[in-house]
């Protein structure tokens, strides 16, 4: 019995929102051991931290389990203003985004030429079927006029937390989720232009910490307007899928959003066929994939379980995965899962001859 094995079993206990041990955090000040009675100085990030609970039960668990230890005294207080700047500056690191030509995460913008073809819904369902796979996902809703990811996810009442310049996003099925919708009060609606626009998704990129992730998903608004260019400046290494319904009119406006997302230099991966079935036409998809050189990835059926769960907050892929629409998109994941990291933007360790 000593103040070394309580650290250990403290070792264990994650920081909900950061995901990060909290003995790693500097969360755990002091840990004192005498005749039994163990003493922890834990420091809470912010005040009224909103995972607070959570911790203290988990750090009461932890140190329960540990041989010898008859009593916990628990002592928790707030970081000061110089431990958070710490933190943050360290957990943030010296780059620019955490999404840069270097890093080793897969960022995948789901774009579409008009509104109404379920790509904020697929977008929706296609992250949770990847995090359910076991991957470490985040998603960015860049759609800020029309905003609909944390209503699908059912957090729309959810706020991040703030951590001195950094936020912490909130966390739906696995899945860390940024949306404008979440710095709102009530029905505002958002009436922005460009240089506004850009430096909010610059903000999501640098100021929201995600940690490391394995895939980040952008559910980019429809069209090729200003939040898609800035994305294509921002992260010319995203690859992208064009959504379409099978209409032959919705391909056509949905083919000028891959041709913006190559001329930022990004590319087109292929071509996803919603809302599959007789009341869309049919061919839209084809026909798109091969005026953009492409494959269709997926063809996701209509599905009244789709809609019905996007109203409720709860992801078809979780509470019907045997629906036919949740299976294709559970298919469409598997791809994007096995999908190697592009190379473009990429500095590559050669040199010329």
């Known amino acids: 019995m000593s103040a070394e094995a309580v ?40 005040v009224g931290c909103p995972a607070a609970d959570t911790i203290e039960r988990s750090v009461r668990e932890a140190v329960a389990s540990v041989p010898g230890i008859e009593r916990l ?16 500056s360290r957990l943030r690191g010296t780059r620019a985004s955490q999404f840069g030509p270097d ?12 509104g109404g073809v379920g790509k904020s819904t697929l977008t929706a369902n296609l992250a949770v079927s990847l995090a359910a796979r076991g991957l470490r996902v985040g998603l960015i809703d860049a759609d800020v ?43 505002a609606a958002v009436s922005w232009r460009g240089p506004l626009l850009h430096r ?16 980040l998903l952008l559910d980019l608004p429809p069209g090729t307007g200003d939040v898609a ?9 995203a690859e992208v899928l064009v959504v379409t319904t099978p209409q032959p009119a919705a391909a056509e406006v949905a083919e000028r959003s891959g041709l913006v ?18 009341l869309f036409g049919s061919g839209g998809g084809d026909a798109l994939a091969a005026r953009l050189e492409v494959p269709v990835l997926a063809r996701i059926p209509t599905s009244l379980a789709v809609r019905v769960g996007g ?24 791809q994007l899962a096995n999908r190697a990291r592009g190379l473009a933007g990429r500095a590559l360790p050669v040199q010329p001859r």
């Open 261 to 278: 997302a190559r001329q930022t230099g990004q590319s087109v991966i292929g071509v996803v066929e919603n809302l599959t079935g007789e």
């Open 103 to 114: 890093s080793l995460t897969k960022v995948f913008a789901i774009s579409s030429g008009k």
């Open 7 to 46: 650290r250990a079993a403290l070792a264990r206990v994650q920081d909900p929102e950061i995901r990060r041990p909290i003995t790693e955090l500097d969360m755990v000040r002091d840990v004192t051991v005498a005749g039994g009675v163990a003493h922890v100085d834990l420091r809470l990030t912010i």
């Open 73 to 88: 005294e628990l002592e928790i207080g707030v970081m000061t203003p110089a431990e958070r700047e710490a933190l943050t």
């Open 145 to 187: 006029f029309g905003f609909s990811i944390p209503g699908i996810l059912g957090i729309a009442q959810a706020s991040p937390t703030r951590v001195g310049e950094m936020i912490l996003p909130p966390i739906a099925h696995g899945v860390k989720v940024i949306s404008i919708g979440m710095f709102l009060e009530g029905p």
């Open 200 to 215: 909010t998704m610059q903000q999501f990129l640098t100021d929201v910490f995600f940690g490391d992730l394995d895939v």
């Open 229 to 237: 260019i800035s994305l294509g400046q921002l992260l010319p290494q």
């Open 311 to 334: 109203d409720a907050g709860a992801p078809v892929v979780l509470t019907h995965p045997e629906d036919p629409a949740a299976a294709a998109i559970a298919g469409l994941a598997d």
